[in-house]
Nanobody
Framework: QVQLVESGGGLVQAGGSLRLSCAASGRTFSSYAMGWFRQAPGKEREFVAI????????DYKNSVKGRFTISRDNAKNTLYLQMNVLKPEDKAVYYCAAGRYDTGSTGYNYWGQGTQVTVSS
């Protein structure tokens, strides 16, 4: 079992950057693929980025490719999401999740509580 705690959200102007972190408890972090998902008000939760257990393979939602970078540090039990050139449409609650390498949320058994990202135009 793993517990996840996100941090790093906040308010930023369009074009700005934020770095989200997800700290995992337990000694099994490296055995899980990890993902970042987001949910905007009135919308369903959607895939943003995913990463394999080693970090060697990643995948991104088309609209964030080239702007967002997912990474992980297994020695620190931490997942990251570097977000650059933020747009108002990136505003959402961002969640990290642990499970299998899958762009669907059903592939993930463990979820953090979420961190709010707000982008002003």
């Amino acid at each position: 079992q793993v517990q996840l705690v996100e941090s790093g959200g906040g308010l930023v102007q369009a074009g700005g950057s934020l770095r989200l972190s997800c700290a995992a408890s337990g000694r099994t972090f490296s055995s899980y693929a990890m993902g970042w998902f987001r949910q905007a008000p009135g919308k369903e939760r959607e895939f943003v980025a995913i990463i394999t257990t080693s970090g060697a393979v990643t995948d991104y939602k088309n609209s964030v490719k080239g702007r967002f970078t997912i990474s992980r540090d297994n020695a620190k039990n931490t997942l990251y999401l570097q977000m650059n050139v933020l747009k108002p449409e990136d505003k959402a609650v961002y969640y990290c999740a642990a499970g299998r390498y899958d762009t669907g949320s059903t592939g993930y058994n463990y979820w953090g509580q979420g961190t709010q990202v707000t982008v002003s135009s």
